[in-house]
């Protein structure tokens, strides 16, 4: 795990408290705990739907929140902000 553990309180890529990742955090390539990804995202560093646009990962986002039993008004307010997060940021950069 890396030196500032924690630091990132959100996945930046699905916005997950990371507190929250069941996981404890995604996997980097020596199998070390990542503090800016989940284990939803990130496995073995790389993330598990690489090809994922922001709007189809504000569609699964939004999904597994409602299966947790989150208000839908709660999961639009979530999944607004994913652009925000480092992922969506290297994406729209790359793509000025």
């Known amino acids: 795990m890396s030196t500032n553990m924690r ?17 404890g955090g995604g996997t980097l390539t020596d199998l070390s705990r990542s503090d800016e990804y989940c284990s939803f995202c990130l496995h073995k560093g790389n993330f598990t739907d690489p090809d ?6 504000r569609e699964k986002v939004k999904n597994r929140l409602i299966g ?8 639009a307010f979530i999944t607004r902000r994913l652009e925000k997060l480092k992922r969506w940021k290297k994406e729209k ?3 000025e």
């Open 68 to 75: 947790y039993g989150i208000p839908s008004l709660y999961t």
């Open 93 to 95: 950069a790359c793509l």
């Open 7 to 23: 630091s990132n309180k959100h996945c930046q890529s699905c916005g997950i408290k990371m507190d929250k990742d069941p996981e």
């Open 52 to 57: 994922i646009s922001i709007e189809e990962m």
